[in-house]
């Protein structure tokens, strides 16, 4: 397949941004009034796709913020979007050295948006002639090119130096979004194979794909917003030495890096006076003893992802709780420790058991003005229900 430019988008042309702009001055693009509005002023078709990105830029506000009011969106295209944190991030840390960015499956741009703002020259290429035409609009600010053709038609076979390779593979399959290297579009082997090929490969990946398919030739990144774990980044290291695990959470505005060090596991022991919840990028690097090194903690279980420790934990890189009483785990004695505390209101959060918390409440039957946490979780002593109290997190 060869590539070709993109078509402009039809809402930047002729009557486009006329629709557009009408489209955006509906209270409710969804609705069938505004339909019917629109639809006495342009055709049909018009009239569908300005509603939809006057539809699309509102729920794209709460990723984007104001910038999503100059930017143009597909519905595919937004859900699969990186984060704008998480391209910069990404920018920040594998432009330099670097002069050009080649981004193989660009989807609305974002990437390589960020990519351009660090200072590379930019070339994207998307499968979707109408998503091609939407990153066409949305990197104008950096001069980027956008070609319409699949990743390997667009890839020469020998590169200049100083390029950047960027792959966001899809990661749908005829069900639905998928977890497996064999559905990834464009395929593994190719992506792997751009190893031999550029100065850097980076590629994002879903955040459930298993640590043990990923290659160990390339720097992995696990890469957390929020709370919330969302990729996992590939990349030929920058720097001499070998490829190391890292984790990269950002919050607040903020960065925190962690690097493996090849520390090993951390013992298993009771629970002691405080109980950590790791960042999930922590628990699916499985870097424990790196967030907590120096510190004396440990976990409660092998197979559970809590850590403990007789004293705080100084480190963003978790959640931690206070443990006030430990009781055996039953819903039996959960509910009369309830009942003797009068708790109306219980936080359950719960790891390695098969427990569903909103069905737990109703067993319960909570009844009272008090409020309490509850930790489920296994232990060297059995299972245990942890009553804690949150510890104000560490700036």
């Known amino acids: 397949m060869s590539?070709?430019?993109?078509?402009p988008h039809p809402l930047t042309v002729g009557e486009g941004p006329m629709a557009l702009e009408r489209a955006l001055a509906q209270p409710d693009p969804d609705s069938l009034t505004a339909a019917s509005a629109l639809r006495r002023l342009v055709a049909p078709e018009l009239a569908a796709l300005a509603l939809e990105q006057a539809s699309l830029r509102r729920r794209a506000r709460s990723k984007f913020?104001?910038?999503a009011a100059d930017m143009l969106?597909?519905?595919t295209g937004l859900e699969q979007a990186t984060r704008p944190e998480v391209s910069a991030w990404r920018a920040d840390t594998f432009a330099e050295g670097c002069s050009r960015v080649l981004d193989l499956g660009c989807g609305l741009g974002f990437d390589a948006l960020a990519m351009g703002r660090a200072g590379l020259g930019v070339d994207a290429v998307e499968l979707d002639p109408l998503t091609a035409s939407c990153a066409q609009h949305n990197l104008a600010s950096v001069k980027g090119r956008v070609l319409v053709g699949d990743a390997a038609s667009a890839v020469p076979a020998v590169m200049d130096g100083g390029v950047l390779v960027f792959v966001d593979p899809a990661r749908r399959s005829s069900t639905g979004r998928s977890?497996?290297?064999e559905d990834l579009s464009p395929g593994w082997d190719f992506v792997l194979s751009l190893r031999q090929r550029c100065d850097r490969l980076v590629v994002k990946l879903g955040p459930g794909i298993s640590r043990s398919l990923l290659p160990d030739d390339l720097g992995r990144h696990w890469v957390s917003h929020e709370g919330t774990l969302v990729e996992v980044c590939l990349a030929t290291d920058v720097g001499e030495g070998p490829a190391v695990d890292r984790v990269v959470v950002l919050r607040g505005g903020r960065r925190y890096e962690l690097v493996g060090r090849g520390l090993g596991r951390l013992p298993v022991e009771d629970v002691g006076e405080y109980l950590h919840e790791p960042d999930p990028a922590v628990i699916r690097s499985q870097l424990y003893a790196e967030a907590c090194s120096g510190t004396n903690a440990w976990l409660v279980d092998h197979d559970v992802a809590y850590l403990s420790s007789d004293g705080p934990l100084d480190t963003p890189l978790v959640t931690s709780f206070r443990v006030l009483e430990s009781i055996p785990w039953s819903v039996r004695t959960l509910r009369a420790w309830c009942r003797e505390h009068?708790?109306?209101t219980l936080e359950i959060k719960k790891r390695g058991l098969d427990v569903d918390p909103a069905e737990l409440?109703?067993?319960?039957?909570?009844?009272g003005?008090?409020?309490a946490t509850v930790v489920l979780t296994p232990t060297p002593r059995g299972t245990r229900a942890l009553v804690c109290e949150r510890v104000p997190r560490s700036p």
């Open 342 to 344: 009068r708790i109306g």
């Open 3 to 7: 590539t070709s430019q993109p078509a």
């Open 361 to 367: 409440r109703r067993q319960l039957k909570l009844k």
């Open 179 to 181: 977890w497996r290297l």
């Open 65 to 67: 913020g104001d910038r």
């Open 369 to 371: 003005s008090a409020s």
């Open 73 to 75: 969106f597909t519905a």
